[in-house]
């Protein structure tokens, strides 16, 4: 491939354009669920030991403002509730209802498939030269927000 100005070379725009796709894709996985793709990620990202509230925000790139809304709309949909930390009560930590855990599982499901799906698609040299330039991206882009 001939690296040039257009658009559908740039790097930033593949990925964008690829998690675009995706994205729409697990949303309308989830839709069939009456979920959405950030409750699914969310429900993904719970532990079952509990986890802050602060420590989801950030690991899903999610602001506070959407977090505490999608959460605040799982817990009254009975998928999640919340606890003060026993060590530190200013802490709150989030846990799975039941119904929570079942819908996570389908979550769980749909991902795998998705995934299963990808890997048989693309031949196993493939798949291994992405996972590499996908490391040396993730390690550039982290030398840039350093600086």
Known sequence: ????????????FVLRHLWHKTSRLYNQKANEYGVSISVGFILLNVDKEGTPSTQLGPKMGMEPTSLSRTLKTMEENNLIYREADIEDKRKVLIFLTQEGVDKRRIAKQVVLEFNDHIISSI???????????????DEAIDRELNN
């Open 123 to 137: 031949p196993k040299g493939k798949l291994k030269t992405f996972f590499e330039v996908a490391e040396k991206l």
């Open 1 to 12: 491939m001939e690296i040039n100005k257009d658009k559908k070379y740039f790097v930033d």
